[in-house]
């Protein structure tokens, strides 16, 4: 299934990108003005990369700290809402919010209907132009590996998109290989960049996927030198969700990220790159723990708002994304139902009221929220939100979680190679990024 339309008009988008590109030389590059265009920019997410996770002195992440003591450190790069992969990650491509790339959450909101058979694929599900498009209209290369929402970009030259079947039985890179492009990619990466690749050996989750990632960067780079490449390293975001900040599994996966980083420099300096590229290192967001979930659809299914399983009647649900609720109403405008929910809000018990606080339409707006939001539930630190509609409204769990309204979850950003020196700057915006790479890119 396809979320979105194909991108169709290109004025709006290009105010967009100006206006970015303004707030980006008020932010980056009064500090840190390019000494001279990079011939290459490689774009990397650690997915869930927190700045402790930087700068930790117990944390493995020498490459790390490295390129932040000799580039261009952001400490605090605060997100959209909600900071998710999926919609921060075409946010870092686009400088856009969710509002105006419509990619809004990992899996859409389907209006009361099951979500767990889809998820937001389509690079032409991406309402604004993307940092691929720019560059490959102005006649440059362009690769991607593992990037969400790239899935059949025709901006990609040699891609090979995060895109899965949902027969989880099926080997899923034999699965992924005829949305590679050009035809044949993936057979040429395994046979002479990362060997094959299966459920042992590039496992979701597992730190053999880190290394293999950047042995699949390096070949491209070294064969087809693509003027912008955007890779998507993974591992930390999946032991952060199981086991919080502070397990000795996210130190392993720390030093497998750090590790494909390093790699990825390494090989840039033995082919004689390193001067004329530029290496920009961010994640999508960062994670905070949580020791209780909160359920608010439960509120709604008892007081028959909702219907116990998805499918059924309803008049309002709440949408558990990141770590915010998002209020949707059946009837657009039902403010009968939104007075309702209100009230059953402003009645809950003060034990539960105090685990959240009511985020309205106007903040929700001005932050670039899904415009169909009445308003959102962000929950304190320390609690985190479910879509669950029965059982208890309170529950004892564990582990680490993301995608709040007001930023605690921040992430960080480190740039390494051409253009840049020793800088260090407090905070940006994630929406900065996208036109200030175009611009160390000389696009305008």
């Known amino acids: 299934m396809r979320i979105g339309q194909p991108y169709r008009g290109h004025a709006s988008a290009l105010k967009l990108l ?49 390129m932040s003591r000799e580039g261009l450190r952001v400490q605090r790069v605060t997100g959209i809402p909600p900071a998710e992969t999926y919609p921060s990650h075409t946010t870092l491509v686009t400088g856009a919010t969710p509002a105006e790339h419509h990619i809004y959450y990992n899996r859409p909101f389907l209006w009361n209907k099951d979500t767990a058979r889809v998820s937001y694929w389509w690079a032409d599900s991406i309402a604004v132009p993307t940092i691929w498009q720019c560059a490959h209209e102005a006649g440059m290369t362009t690769a991607s590996l593992f990037w969400p929402v790239s899935t059949g970009s025709r901006y990609i030259d040699y891609n090979v998109p995060e895109f899965w079947s949902l027969d989880y039985s099926c080997d899923q890179m034999e699965y992924i290989k005829p949305w590679c492009t050009p035809a044949g990619i993936l057979d040429t990466l395994e046979r002479y960049a990362c060997g094959k690749l299966n459920t042992i050996t590039y496992q979701a989750g597992s730190m053999q996927r880190d290394g293999r990632t950047a042995a699949m960067a390096n070949y491209l780079m070294n064969h087809y030198q693509p003027r912008l490449m955007t890779v998507h390293l ?103 139902t939104l007075r309702r929910v209100r009230r059953l809000l402003a009645d809950l018990p003060a034990s539960e009221r105090a685990l959240f606080r009511i985020v309205e339409k106007d903040e929700l707006t001005a932050l670039g929220a899904d415009p169909a939001v009445w ?63 175009l611009q160390q890119l000389g696009l305008q």
């Open 18 to 66: 100006v206006a970015a590109l303004l707030a980006l030389q008020l932010a980056l590059v009064a500090t840190a003005a390019p000494l001279e265009c990079p011939k290459y920019v490689m774009l990397i997410t650690i997915d869930g990369l927190r700045a402790e996770m930087v700068d930790d002195p117990f944390m493995p992440s020498p490459f790390l700290k490295m």
């Open 375 to 437: 308003l959102a539930l962000e929950p304190k630190v320390g609690v985190s939100v479910t879509n669950d509609r029965t059982g208890p409204v309170v529950d004892m769990r564990r582990g680490g979680t993301h995608g709040f309204i007001s930023g605690q979850d921040a992430t960080t950003l480190i740039a390494y190679g051409a253009g840049v020196t020793p800088t260090h700057r407090d905070s940006i915006a994630q929406t900065a990024i996208a036109p200030w790479i």
């Open 234 to 336: 993974i591992t930390t975001d999946y032991s952060q969700h199981a086991l919080g900040t502070r397990s000795e599994q996210l130190q392993y996966d720390m030093a497998s990220c750090d590790h494909a980083v390093g790699s990825i420099i390494e090989n840039l300096r033995l082919t004689g790159r390193l001067d004329s590229t530029l290496v920009v290192v961010c994640g999508d967001h960062g994670f905070c723990d949580y020791y209780q979930t909160l359920s608010p659809n439960v509120w709604l299914t008892r007081a028959r708002l909702l219907s116990p399983k998805p499918g059924g009647d309803w008049q309002a649900c709440f949408y558990s994304s990141g770590n915010t609720s998002f209020l949707y109403l059946r009837q657009a405008g039902d403010q009968s």
